[in-house]
Nanobody, 115 residues
C-alpha cells in the first residue's frame, strides 16, 4: 500500500537547522511531483516547497533562501533542509505526492522553533 512517512522534526532554537525526510513506498516515486506543506495552530495549511524534477523547484516567499527541497529517486525519499529557522516556522510539516488525479499525504512531523 501507499505510504509517506515523515521524520526529522523536533525542537530547535531560532537560527538553527533541521532536515526533514519523507520516505515513500507503494507507488512510482520518480513519476510524482513532491511537495512539503505546513500547518501552524489556528492557520491554514500552507504550501512550503515543490520539487517537480531533480532540478525544478519552487518555494514560498517566506522560506525562499532558507529552505531547500531535494529528492533521491533511488531511495524514494524527498527532503526539506531548513536553515535559519524562525519561530514562525513552527508547524506540523506534511509530505505530499501528486500525479494527475492521484494524491497521497503523510501523517506529518512537528517542528518547533523556540528559545
Amino acid at each position: 500500500q501507499v505510504q509517506l512517512v515523515e521524520s526529522g522534526g523536533g525542537l530547535v532554537q531560532p537560527g538553527g537547522s533541521l532536515r526533514l525526510s519523507c520516505a515513500a513506498s507503494g507507488f512510482t516515486f520518480s513519476s510524482y511531483t513532491m511537495r512539503w506543506y505546513r500547518q501552524a495552530p489556528g492557520k491554514e495549511r500552507e504550501l512550503v516547497a515543490v520539487i517537480i524534477s531533480i532540478s525544478v523547484t519552487n518555494y514560498a516567499d517566506s522560506v525562499k533562501g532558507r529552505f531547500t527541497i531535494s529528492r533521491d529517486n533511488a531511495k524514494n525519499t524527498v527532503y526539506l533542509q531548513m536553515n535559519s529557522l524562525k519561530p514562525e516556522d513552527t508547524a506540523v510539516y506534511y509530505c505530499n505526492a501528486v500525479r494527475g488525479y492521484s494524491a497521497y499525504w503523510g501523517q506529518g512531523t512537528q517542528v518547533t522553533v523556540s528559545s
